[in-house]
């Protein structure tokens, strides 16, 4: 699962990490949360007999994947993440693996260790978890700390009663490995940079080709327990990163 996210590297980083046709205009943020904005990166389509790859920028879209045919945006709050088991089963996923696949651009995300009985353990987010259990929050980052990018689809919501459209997005996750297997047992997907040029590729629609990308996730990560500030959304600053004393 993945349900905090955080990204404060230096804007001028991402554009040459990600190879974007501009230099975002992004705040720094220590504790994305569900429903919030968080930075996606998509590639549009070149002209047919254009060379090279299309236009790649990152754009802020809302967390928690909305069918384009849901009332209200309230249906994303459960479609914050796409196990990769569904893609191909349900619908709305298999839609975007093939149209609307997007990086979620990060620095670093949270994850919580529930202590106590197994039955306790119901979910990662502190604001929806048994009171009586402990979570310890751990900050899942880059041994050097540097961007990284999470595996994603994203889809265009036009039910707003002005007419108006809302993009929304999801993050693909998977079984969990070592290390994040010591505190959860799903982990979102980080994908490998050599797999970003494909997975962007909108000419790209051969789904089994594009399971095989996400078949490998980076495990090179670094688990950082943080305090508890990041618990509440409402928090939203460095100290939220901050690591806890031995």
Not at 5 to 19: I, V, Y
């Amino acid at each position: 699962m993945c349900g905090r996210a955080k990204l404060s590297s230096p804007p001028d980083d991402l554009r040459e990490l990600f190879g974007l046709d501009q230099t975002p205009e992004l705040e720094p943020r220590y504790n994305m949360a569900p429903t919030q904005p968080i930075p996606i990166v998509r590639e549009r389509r070149p002209p047919d007999d254009a060379p090279g790859r299309g236009e790649r920028r990152i754009h802020l879209v809302r967390w928690g994947l909305v069918p384009p045919n849901a009332p209200d945006l309230k249906a994303g709050a459960r479609m914050i993440n796409a196990r990769v088991e569904s893609l191909l089963s349900r619908g709305i996923f298999r839609d975007s693996l093939v149209r609307r696949r997007c990086l979620v651009a990060v620095d670093g995300y949270y994850e919580w260790l529930a202590e106590g009985p197994r039955s306790d353990r119901r979910s990662a987010d502190p604001s929806r978890s048994d009171r009586k259990t402990a979570k310890r929050p751990f900050l899942v980052r880059m041994p050097d700390g540097k961007p990284f990018a999470l595996a994603g689809l994203w889809d265009r919501w036009r039910g707003g009663a002005a007419g108006g459209a809302v993009d929304t997005c999801t993050i693909i996750t998977t079984d969990s490995v070592p290390p994040v297997d010591a505190i959860h047992d799903r982990m979102p997907i980080v994908l490998p940079h050599e797999a970003w040029d494909e997975w962007l590729d909108p000419k790209v629609r051969d789904t089994t080709r594009l399971l095989v990308l996400l078949a490998s996730p980076v495990r090179d990560v670094v688990l950082q327990e943080v305090g508890t500030r990041v618990n509440s959304a409402a928090n939203d600053d460095p100290e939220c990163a901050a690591p806890v004393s031995a």
